[in-house]
């Protein structure tokens, strides 16, 4: 059987949002995985296929504006469609936004 649903992945460090997020997501009908650390996100894009990233912003080891340069700038993963999530003040999340040229940004809730 095929899946037809469009494909989100959430990269967030923290456990609570990923949850909520899949939740979420999964109740409104998309296919969703999770990821807790900026490393090895390449890996499972390639492996997953997302349609569209969610991507927290503040993560230890690899900022999540330094991991969508990254990935916009690879040939394999340059035209996943990259949403920044993220609680920082709306103005910081649109201007790393902007910089990093990725598509727009949703703020979280505290």
């Given at each position: 059987m095929h899946d037809d649903r469009k494909k989100i992945l959430v990269v967030d460090d923290d456990e609570r949002h990923l949850e909520l997020a899949r939740s979420i997501l999964e109740a409104e009908g998309y296919s969703?995985?999770?990821?807790?650390?900026?490393?090895?996100?390449?890996?499972?894009?390639?492996?997953?296929?997302?349609?569209?990233?969610?991507?927290?912003i503040t993560m230890p080891g690899i900022p999540g504006d330094d991991l969508a340069a990254f990935l916009l700038a690879e040939e394999r993963t340059r035209h996943t469609l990259i949403v920044f999530y993220s609680s920082l003040d709306e103005s910081d999340i649109m201007r790393s936004a902007v910089n990093r040229r990725v598509r727009g940004f949703i703020r979280k809730g505290h």
């Open positions: 969703v995985r999770t990821h807790a650390s900026g490393f090895g996100v390449s890996g499972v894009m390639q492996a997953f296929r997302p349609d569209l990233v969610l991507l927290d």
